[in-house]
């Protein structure tokens, strides 16, 4: 059973930092892309960041220069490092893995940036 757990999340101030963590365990089968998507109340899930298992990625043009996406394929793991945080980045965030064709989502972690 492919698990995803995410870390890291919690209570920061307007133009502060955040690293996030994502881990995969259980997959028989090699992790292709990764990626972080974030909800917040009353919206639609949306896509942060991905990142492939060759290191390519791809950002939000919201979070593009603040928001950075890395992966460790030997660990199986990413993370986002995120700076300059701002009041609507407040969200949960989820990770998710591409394995085999199919996605899987972590549980979320609530991110909340104060004014």
């Known amino acids: 059973q492919v698990q995803l757990v995410e870390s890291g999340g919690g209570l920061v101030q307007a133009g502060g930092s955040l690293r996030l963590s994502c881990a995969v365990s259980?997959?028989?089968?090699?992790?292709?892309?990764m990626g972080w998507y974030r909800q917040a109340p009353g919206k639609q899930r949306e896509l942060v960041a991905t990142i492939t298992s060759r290191g390519n990625t791809v950002y939000a043009d919201s979070v593009k220069g603040r928001f950075t996406i890395s992966r460790d394929n030997t660990k199986n793991t990413a993370n986002l490092q995120m700076h300059s945080l701002k009041p609507e980045d407040t969200a949960v965030y989820y990770c998710?893995?591409?394995?085999?064709?199919?996605?899987?989502w972590g549980q979320g972690t609530q991110v909340t940036v104060s004014s």
């Open positions: 998710d893995a591409v394995i085999d064709y199919r996605t899987h």
């Open positions: 259980g997959s028989r089968f090699s992790i292709n892309a």
